[in-house]
Antibody
Framework: QVQLQESGPGLVKPSGTLSLTCAVS?????????WSWVRQPPGKGLEWIGE???????TYNLSLKNRVTISVDKSKNQFSLRLLSVTAADTAMYYC??????????WGQGTMVTVSS | QPVLTQSSSASASLGSSVKLTCTLN???????IAWHLQQPGKAPRYLMK???????NRGSGVPDRLSGSSSGADRYLTISNLQFEDEADYYC?????????FGGGTKLTVL
């Protein structure tokens, strides 16, 4: 069974860049079709950030499109998120997740990122 | 684009049943949705997919006291024999070629 684990800095300064990695274990990253990122501000609901397909295409939430990049490193069995020019509004729990081509069916445990000076 | 609407809260007694609703917006009533469970302080967990026909497919390890159904633009998650561990937030999800969206979530309280 594929498992996901997020990692990255827990604190990012305003106007800085948020960078997170999702390590895939228990199977090949190519065994799933879509690699996604979702976030959840404290006390709020889930917000989809974007995803990359196995073929290399990407789709992003229009509200974040100009600031976000999702990439994959198949040799390391991991995928990554970069979010530019962060503000306090980007403070959230960040989850990576994968899809079989339809819904998200495997989730990571999440990593909390706080934007503060 | 698709939009999902959920009631903010629901409650039911221990051992009883509860039916949670997720409603698709106009023009998207044929979409498949997925249900996810988020227990306090934990990551979301995939529960099942529900099609417009009412066909549902539970994820691995999801107990059979959870079931799905559908009526028009509404997709349902029914939990039977409620346990205290079912007290959680429940989110529905849908997707198309350009986006993926979540409902606002329903907080279920077990009395």
């Amino acid at each position: 069974q594929v498992q996901l684990q997020e990692s990255g800095p827990g604190l990012v300064k305003p106007s800085g860049t948020l960078s997170l990695t999702c390590a895939v274990s228990g199977g090949s990253i190519s065994s799933t079709k879509w690699w996604s990122w979702v976030r959840q501000p404290p006390g709020k609901g889930l917000e989809w950030i974007g995803e990359m397909s196995r073929s290399g295409s990407t789709t992003y939430n229009l509200s974040l499109k100009n600031r976000v990049t999702i990439s994959v490193d198949k040799s390391k069995n991991q995928f990554s998120l970069r979010l530019l020019s962060v503000t306090a509004a980007d403070t959230a729990m960040y989850y990576c997740a994968t899809s079989d081509g339809s819904c998200l069916d495997i989730w990571g445990q999440g990593t909390m990122v706080t934007v503060s000076s | 684009q698709p939009v999902l609407t959920q009631s903010s809260s629901a409650s039911a007694s221990l051992g009883s049943s509860v039916k949670l609703t997720c409603t698709l917006n106009s023009g998207h009533s044929g979409y498949i949705i997925a249900w996810h469970l988020q227990q306090p302080g934990k990551a979301p967990r995939y529960l099942m997919k529900v099609e417009s026909s009412g066909t549902y497919n539970r994820g691995s390890g999801v107990p059979d006291r959870l079931s799905g159904s559908s009526s028009g633009a509404d997709r349902y998650l029914t939990i039977s024999n409620l346990q205290f561990e079912d007290e959680a937030d429940y989110y529905c999800e849908t997707w198309d070629s350009n986006t993926r969206v979540f409902g606002g979530g329903t907080k279920l309280t077990v009395l």
